[in-house]
């Protein structure tokens, strides 16, 4: 195979499989061509072969199956939309079991709840002093029984401590507004920054994103005012969930 205005022959096969699979004449689940069959096709030797496959598994395009070989992966489009449609009425429950429900899915969560200190980023999204105790939270959120979100929750002692909201999930009512409604703190906004990374081993695991595919980070922080009051790190795979949002304009003047 040439290289063609010096461009690696490993990238040009990737080049060329990669337009197969996006223009459909390699579908989801096609088993790609052995490695000895693209070797055979392309000119090149193994290792080339295996380069140009690795940058397919890193684009999250193709799956590698132990001692079947490579196929390509299901690109389904997302579908289920998550965040943006909270905030349309005041929620009196969990958020992610209202929308769930709403897309005709059973709901559950598993948690975890410990006191510890906050770090100095936590401390920062808080504004409380770093080291200063705060209640986490670690949820796992499934939808019939698959697991669709992890998320990761801080609440300052100071504010929740000793009341019945202590417990972010054994108190008289669940979700963030109507926790702090039921103390008479009421949430007047969401500040919500979204970030792409790559995902880490047990996200990956617990999530099932595949090889290449990377997670929404949405960073979340309930305020009361300018008072923060709770903040979370929400994780869920890009190739199943889109992002939707509905902003209001502002009256014309």
């Keep these: 195979m040439s290289t063609f205005s010096g461009r690696p022959a490993y990238l040009q096969i990737a080049d060329d499989l990669r337009s197969q699979i996006l223009e459909g004449a390699l579908q989801a ?21 295996r380069q140009a ?11 590698k199956q132990q001692g079947r070989g490579s196929y390509v992966r299901a690109l389904t489009p997302p579908t289920r939309r998550v965040l ?5 009425e005041r929620p009196t429950g969990s958020p992610f079991a209202a929308v769930a429900t709403a897309g005709g899915q059973r709901p559950e969560w598993d948690y975890q709840s410990r006191k510890t200190t906050a770090s100095k980023v936590i401390a920062e999204r808080l504004g409380i002093e770093p080291g200063a105790p705060v209640m986490r939270t670690s949820y796992r959120f499934l ?5 669709v979100m992890l998320s990761t929750s801080f609440e300052a002692l100071a504010i929740t401590g000793g ?3 202590e417990q972010p ?12 409604d039921s103390i008479g703190l009421h949430i007047t906004h969401v500040k919500e920054d979204v970030m792409g990374r790559a995902a880490r081993p047990y996200e990956a695991e617990v999530l099932g994103v595949p090889q290449g595919v990377p997670v929404l980070v949405i960073e979340r922080t309930y305020f009361v005012e300018d008072r923060p009051v709770e903040t979370a790190d929400i994780v ?14 502002p009256p014309r003047a």
């Design 29 to 49: 689940d096609d088993k790609l061509p052995s490695e000895p069959a693209l070797m055979e096709d392309y000119g090149v030797s193994r290792i080339v072969v």
């Design 53 to 63: 496959l690795d940058v397919l598994r890193t684009e999250g395009l193709i799956v």
């Design 84 to 88: 943006g449609q909270l905030y349309n």
């Design 143 to 147: 939808a019939d029984d698959e697991p």
């Design 163 to 165: 009341t019945p909201i």
């Design 169 to 180: 999930e054994s108190g008289p009512v669940t979700g963030v507004v109507p926790r702090f």
């Design 236 to 249: 869920v795979s890009s190739a199943r969930y889109v992002l939707s949002y509905r902003l209001e304009m």
